[in-house]
């Protein structure tokens, strides 16, 4: 059964028992993001995340997941366009039953949030903040507005806000437009302008602009062509692997150009564009991929 999601960034946990204390806002609806990020206010609390394996990834207003199982107030889920090895389905994980909508003629997406976040406004009212590449269908403007068709009705989006679900460029203009999270703070399984992880912002990016790859690094390492690190350009994806970069990949980052990588480093970093001989990463260098042709 296909369901839309109906709050600004749905979680996908673990399991329903994984969610902490400070976690109870994203379980809400209506939930405030940035009430629950704030909340995550030290490494600590962040650095859990990663370590107690507490969320698999998440999923924006208005997109889709396959819902397989429901347990009382939550739904075991699959995200069709999060492709992992994890499972044939796409990424599963578990969402609070109340963050999702039963999807009815569920159409075409055309349009997509160009902006880090914007607000979405309801008769002039602002009524929700969502992030970077959330998309909808348009259906028509109003004054400096477009309207888009939402869970929660037609919804005016700032034009200034918009842009095409899906853009054609370069290397160098594809890596360039992750500039704008430059210092956002690393979110473990984070996939919106709130807050990402590495592969998360990986994913994100090249999805702006038509490339679809998997989820996780590990599996981005597997996609692509291979590229001699002499050979990289703007917008090749940098892996890197436990035990000196001969063990599992654990990290993923855009290749910028000038021997620097554009990437989410881990949980009390903000994302950074670093000079390669001074990342922490390049112990661990695994190899180079090329998806942008």
Not at 14 to 22: A, F
Not at 54 to 76: M, P, S
Not at 238 to 254: E, I, Q
Request: charged share 25%; proline share 5%; hydrophobic share 35%.
């Amino acid at each position: 059964m296909t369901y839309r999601v109906i709050v600004p960034v749905a979680t996908v946990w673990t399991s329903p028992d994984k969610p902490r204390i400070e976690d109870e806002e994203a379980l809400q609806e209506p939930m405030d993001v940035r009430s629950w990020l704030n909340g995550l206010s030290t490494k600590e609390a962040r650095e859990q995340l990663t370590k107690d394996n507490i969320i698999q990834t998440q999923v924006l207003y208005n997109d889709t997941v396959e819902v397989e199982e429901i347990k009382g107030e939550w739904a075991k889920v699959y995200v069709p366009h999060q492709s992992s090895r994890k499972a044939e389905q796409g990424y599963p994980g578990w969402m609070p039953l109340r963050q999702l909508q039963q999807a009815e003629n569920d159409g075409a997406r055309d349009t997509a949030v160009s902006t880090a976040t914007a607000w979405l406004y309801k008769d002039g009212e602002a009524f929700m903040e969502v992030s970077w590449q959330t998309r909808f269908h348009q259906t028509g403007t109003s004054g400096s507005a477009i309207l888009v068709d939402t869970p929660h009705g037609k919804l005016e989006l700032p034009a200034k806000s918009a842009g095409p679900a899906e853009s054609e460029g370069n290397g160098e203009e594809i890596v360039r437009s992750g500039l704008p999270f430059l210092e956002l703070p690393y979110l473990w399984g984070g996939m919106s302008g709130f807050g990402f992880d590495c592969s998360g912002l990986v994913y994100t990016v090249l999805r702006a602009w038509g490339i679809e790859v998997s989820r996780d690094a590990s599996d981005q390492e597997k996609e692509g062509e291979p590229v001699a690190f002499q050979d990289k350009q703007p917008g090749d994806l940098l892996f890197f692997a436990k035990d000196g970069g001969t063990g599992n990949v654990y990290h993923v980052g855009f290749y910028y150009g000038g021997n620097q990588m554009l990437h989410a480093p881990s949980a009390g970093n903000g994302i950074e564009l670093v000079d390669l001989e001074r990342a922490r990463h390049m112990k661990d260098y695994c190899s180079i991929k090329r998806v942008i042709t």
